[in-house]
């Protein structure tokens, strides 16, 4: 083995399956149809017309999700209890997904309120109501919940 790191990359697929693939090496971008793999992996491996094999990582996604590092507090709704310190990782239309540290019980199914200030210009500070979808160890995955105004702030940070 050479020892080569294998490169990746991350592409969007829109509402048609349509996924718009960038070579990392030469920058050579090309459509494809990747509908077919929705349901199956989102993990391909590819080889550029350059010669270059990478691995592309498709998002599924119906809204961008941005990378973000922002400090926030989250608390576990009624009957249950709990909260603590976010570090907000993400940030989409729908969602958004955090860190925290240390022991915690958050478990999936739960609602909770999380609170944190956007780094845009007003430093705009967010209050959302969540439920939990997802726990991997200290990250949590969270939907925001239905009948929420979205803020036109939060749509103006998410613009990439």
């Given amino acids: ?3 080569e790191k294998i490169l990746s990359v991350k592409a969007f697929v829109n509402n048609s399956g349509i996924s718009s693939i960038s ?3 030469c920058g ?3 459509e494809a149809s990747v509908a077919k793999f929705q349901n ?3 993990v391909l491996s590819v080889k550029c017309k350059c010669g270059t094999n990478f691995k592309v990582h498709l998002e599924f996604r119906k809204f ?3 990378n973000t590092d922002l400090e926030g507090v989250y608390t576990i709704l009624p009957p249950d209890s709990g909260g603590g310190l976010a570090q907000i990782k993400n940030i989409s239309r729908s969602g958004i997904g955090f860190c925290v540290s240390g022991k915690h019980t958050i478990q999936t199914g739960q609602n909770a ?3 944190f200030t956007l780094d845009n210009r007003k430093s705009t500070t967010l209050d959302k109501f969540v439920i939990i979808k997802s726990v991997n160890d200290n990250y949590i995955g969270c939907a925001f919940i239905e009948n929420q ?3 036109k702030e ?3 940070y998410l613009q990439p």
């Fill in 1 to 3: 083995m050479s020892g």
């Fill in 28 to 30: 050579l971008v090309r």
């Fill in 154 to 156: 939060l749509g103006f």
């Fill in 149 to 151: 105004d979205f803020e």
């Fill in 23 to 25: 070579c990392p090496a």
């Fill in 64 to 66: 961008f999700r941005k």
């Fill in 40 to 42: 199956q992996r989102h």
């Fill in 113 to 115: 309120k999380v609170k």
